[in-house]
């Protein structure tokens, strides 16, 4: 009697134990709320130290997989709300409810002409660009502003890379002068007079001066877009103002850091065109119609071969192009002292054969509060920059260029 009473004791530790290790591998599930008790869509859970996530559903709900050993902690975040921690330390018997409590955006401080403000102390048109549009490896700083910014047209001038982009912030105020915003970096105002870089060609497109600047340098930027940017840069200020600040050393903490992006462009579609037998048989139509006669041309020995496929200008003219960025940056700091030091490279093949944008550039930020009443800043820029720009018009020169080949008459 006694052994079977042992045997079904350690039989059913035996099972207790199997249901232990089976229950600890089971998703954590919960449902993030907000103040009102409203399921937040679209929050994402992560695994603090770890690569597990999960995103909420349309009411709020989540699962999301253990960690190997409890405890361990969840973040759960969404865009609006103030973040929150939670400690896991076993399986827990009901669904996690996490409240997130709305984050107070007026309290952000804003850089304006004069200095920092809080959001809620301005009362002009001010808009920032959102942290995840600042870290998109683009060619100038213009190109961040595009859908970030509202009230904000921003064009591309040219398919050049490093070419020129169109900004208008309170619409074209002139018809003679242009109606680009000003741009002030840590404080200096910067011109974007386009006349002033030609690539060394007379007829292609111009390089934008602001594709000098490495976009992976900036902390903020800021656009002021009503009447009060007049009344702190005058008329400059006419068409808007970009406001750019670059990032500076964090106080007893030093970090260093390292990104690079790599990806390949190319034409999507092109235009269809006709080939050179077919080319050559509308050419006789059009002759026979009007009531001449055409002769296959020759040039300088020559003859043209109007009865096969000839050449697609398009196919011969356009490639696949990569793009590339590499950053490098070391950040530190003391009580006193703050200091940013960074390098870039990016390296732009255009879609057009021998184009291209590349671009070197250096960046030390010194900043060093002497005393309460006295500070040196120093913002120190070094950048190198090399085009290969095409000729004005060249697509439309490739579409008009007939497609036959030429071979050597005889």
Do not use: C
Request: proline residues 4%; neutral net charge; charged residues 20%.
């Amino acid at each position: 009697m006694i052994k079977h009473l042992i045997r079904l004791f350690l039989l059913t530790g035996l099972v207790s134990t199997g249901f232990y290790r089976a229950s600890a591998q089971d998703a954590i599930t919960g449902v993030v709320k907000d103040e009102s008790g409203q399921g937040l869509p679209g929050a994402t859970v992560v695994e603090k130290g770890s690569a597990k996530y999960a995103l909420t559903d349309i009411d709020g709900k989540f699962s999301i997989p253990p960690a190997k050993e409890f405890p361990f902690t969840l973040q759960i975040s969404i865009t609006g709300f103030q973040q929150q921690e939670i400690e896991i330390y076993e399986q827990p018997a009901e669904p996690v409810e996490v409240v997130l409590k709305t984050a107070n955006l007026l309290d952000e401080v804003v850089v304006v002409g004069y200095g920092e403000q809080k959001r809620k102390d301005i009362t002009g048109s001010v808009a920032s660009v959102p942290i995840e549009i600042k870290s998109q490896p683009v060619a100038s700083v213009e190109r961040l502003l595009q859908g970030s910014v509202a009230g904000a047209v921003v064009t591309q001038t040219s398919g050049q890379p490093g070419g020129g982009v169109s900004v208008q912030i309170r619409g074209n105020n002139s018809i003679t002068a242009g109606s680009d915003p000003l741009y002030v970096i840590d404080g200096f105002p910067v011109n974007n007079d386009y006349g002033l870089t030609d690539a060394g060609v007379t007829d292609g497109s111009k390089i934008n001066p602001l594709s000098s600047i490495n976009t992976a340098d900036i902390e903020n930027i800021d656009v002021l877009k009503d009447a009060s940017a007049t009344a702190i840069y005058g008329s400059r200020g006419a068409n808007g103002v970009v406001i750019i600040t670059t990032k500076s050393g964090s106080k007893n903490k030093s970090s260093i850091n390292y990104d690079a992006y790599y990806g390949q462009q190319k034409v999507l579609r092109t235009i269809p065109l006709l080939n050179a037998a077919q080319w050559w048989q509308l050419r006789k139509d059009a002759a026979a119609n009007s009531g001449k006669t055409v002769s296959i041309p020759t040039i300088a020995g020559y003859s043209l071969d109007t009865t096969g496929a000839g050449t697609d200008w398009q196919d011969a003219a356009f490639r696949s192009a990569s793009i590339q960025s590499h950053n490098l940056s070391i950040l530190s700091g003391s009580d006193k002292t703050k200091l940013a030091i960074s390098g870039n490279y990016f390296k732009q093949n255009g879609i057009l054969q021998n184009t291209d944008f590349r671009r070197f550039s250096a960046r030390i930020n010194l900043d060093h509060q002497y005393n309460d009443r006295f500070r040196i800043f120093t913002s120190l820029n070094a950048s190198n920059t090399k085009a290969n720009v095409a000729p004005t018009a060249i697509v439309g020169n490739l579409l008009l260029t007939p497609p036959r080949a030429a071979y050597l008459s005889g």
